[in-house]
């Protein structure tokens, strides 16, 4: 699909029920929507990437007769490679699932995190949003390269995070969703409600979102986003 840039990331937990969380301690906002922005007062550095792979499954022929007789088409698996600057520590380590062990530390928990996701872009010829949703999914980190600076460089380390999609019934059951917003149907809040059920983050005009606070211990900044 045609698109053009990275415009922002959006995530949330999830609670067993399958709502977004609206609670700043147990959830990433007060909103149940969190976005990973480029706000230095919430510890965000903005995403430089995020590369969605799996979109659908890989064709398998059937044949018979010595001939193809039809095609058996898998399901999809999508997961998608964040390489974001600098993620909120709080929200990064809520998102793995880790647990905080009363002295600054954050341990994995026996069972991942189920979390929402919405990856916006844009129509090359419009800039009008594209948004592909994840209505649900686990994050995982899987290395941390850390590496020595030098007398001429200093060398730093993105957040480098994997989500793994799963199947949303919200979705007829798949995994994923794209929403083009120059459709002349597409709302806004709708989407946002439908990935991340009873957030308060995106208003019902559709022109923007509610303010968010930000999470405990990241900077005490109540901010509004576009």
Same mark, same amino acid.
């Given at each position: 699909?045609?698109?053009?840039?990275?415009?922002?990331?959006?995530?949330?937990?999830?609670?067993?029920?399958?709502?977004?969380?609206?609670?700043?301690?147990?959830?990433?906002?007060?909103?149940?929507?969190?976005?990973?922005?480029?706000?230095?007062?919430?510890?965000?550095?903005?995403?430089?990437?995020?590369?969605?792979?799996?979109?659908?499954?890989?064709?398998?022929?059937?044949?018979?007769?010595?001939?193809?007789?039809?095609?058996?088409?898998?399901?999809?698996?999508?997961?998608?490679?964040?390489?974001?600057?600098?993620?909120?520590?709080?929200?990064?380590?809520?998102?793995?699932?880790?647990?905080?062990?009363?002295?600054?530390?954050?341990?994995? %928990?026996?069972?991942?995190?189920?979390?929402?996701?919405?990856?916006?872009?844009?129509?090359?010829?419009?800039?009008?949003?594209?948004?592909?949703?994840?209505?649900?999914?686990?994050?995982?980190?899987?290395?941390?390269?850390?590496?020595?600076?030098?007398?001429? %460089?200093?060398?730093?380390?993105?957040?480098?995070?994997?989500?793994?999609?799963?199947?949303? %019934?919200?979705?007829?059951?798949?995994?994923?969703?794209?929403?083009?917003?120059?459709?002349?149907?597409?709302?806004?809040?709708?989407?946002?409600?439908?990935?991340?059920?009873?957030?308060?983050?995106?208003?019902?005009?559709?022109?923007? %979102?509610?303010?968010?606070?930000?999470?405990?211990?990241?900077?005490?900044?109540?901010?509004?986003?576009?």
């Amino acid at each position: 699909m045609a698109a053009i840039g990275l415009k922002m990331l959006y995530t949330g937990l999830k609670a067993a029920d399958g709502s977004a969380v609206l609670d700043v301690d147990q959830g990433l906002s007060a909103t149940g929507v969190y976005a990973l922005d480029t706000d230095k007062s919430k510890g965000n550095l903005g995403t430089k990437s995020a590369n969605i792979t799996g979109l659908s499954g890989t064709p398998t022929k059937i044949t018979g007769n010595n001939e193809v007789v039809d095609v058996s088409n898998p399901p999809s698996a999508p997961s998608v490679a964040v390489d974001s600057n600098l993620i909120n520590y709080l929200v990064k380590e809520k998102i793995l699932g880790r647990v905080s062990n009363g002295k600054g530390g954050y341990i994995d %928990a026996d069972t991942p995190v189920e979390c929402g996701l919405i990856v916006e872009s844009q129509s090359p010829i419009t800039y009008k949003p594209i948004y592909f949703c994840f209505g649900r999914g686990v994050f995982n980190e899987t290395a941390q390269n850390v590496q020595t600076n030098t007398d001429t %460089a200093e060398t730093r380390e993105d957040d480098n995070l994997t989500f793994t999609a799963l199947n949303y %019934a919200p979705f007829s059951g798949k995994p994923y969703a794209v929403f083009h917003s120059d459709d002349p149907k597409f709302d806004k809040k709708a989407m946002f409600d439908e990935v991340f059920p009873g957030q308060t983050y995106v208003t019902a005009d559709n022109t923007g %979102a509610t303010g968010t606070t930000t999470p405990t211990g990241s900077g005490d900044t109540t901010s509004t986003h576009a």
